[in-house]
């Protein structure tokens, strides 16, 4: 299992050697060194903790194999051009918003008396119950959550610049830490 950790730069496009356009995430991904090494004996799991060199952000991974030992150095050269990634990242948060942009409710129309409520939830219960029901679709907070995209394809890696090319869009802002595994 490979990983990294790594900061979103931006989207652009790139070209392959046939001309066709992909959509594109930058990552820059500096080395990461192993902190500690956790063990089925010691800790009740098996994993690896790594942290950035920067900021010293700590983040456990769980691969099959643990040949690692503490104080080694992770880099961007264990992964290939054409690699099958997943990304981790916090999504960009949205703040608190309505049903229509939350849920996508379509509203009330805006004839039929009335005046000001064609973005409204409509009714949130009644009848025999005294209260809401669980899981009723509000007006709440929304976004900053963790999200995982699969399947995606490393099209490019500047070893100079550490930096990963990775099809497609992956969650968050510029310059959220995003958590990059290969198989």
């Keep these: 299992m490979k990983f990294i950790l790594g900061r979103k730069v931006n989207m652009t496009q790139i070209f392959d050697k046939d001309g066709i356009v992909h959509p594109t995430t930058i990552v820059h991904a500096e080395p990461i060194t192993v902190t500690q090494i956790k063990t089925v004996e010691k800790d009740g799991y098996s994993s690896v903790q790594v942290s950035t060199s920067k900021t010293k952000t700590k ?31 916090i999504s960009k948060g949205k703040g608190f918003q309505g049903v ?5 409710f379509a509203g009330g ?8 409520s064609e973005r409204e939830p409509g009714s949130i219960g009644g ?12 007006a709440g907070r929304m976004g900053s959550d963790r999200v995982t995209i699969k399947n995606l394809k490393v099209l490019h890696i500047d070893q100079a610049a ?15 830490l995003v958590e990059v595994v290969g198989k």
Excluded: C, W
């Design 59 to 89: 983040k456990e991974f769980r691969p099959e194999l643990i040949d690692y030992k503490a104080g080694d150095s992770i880099d961007i050269n264990q992964f290939k051009e054409g690699d099958s990634i997943q990304v981790s990242a």
């Design 100 to 104: 229509v942009k939350r849920h996508g």
């Design 109 to 116: 129309p805006r004839t039929h008396g009335q005046k000001h």
């Design 127 to 138: 009848g025999l119950r005294n209260k809401v029901p669980k899981k009723m679709r509000m």
């Design 162 to 176: 550490n930096t990963l090319y990775i099809s497609g869009a992956i969650p968050g802002k510029r310059g959220t």
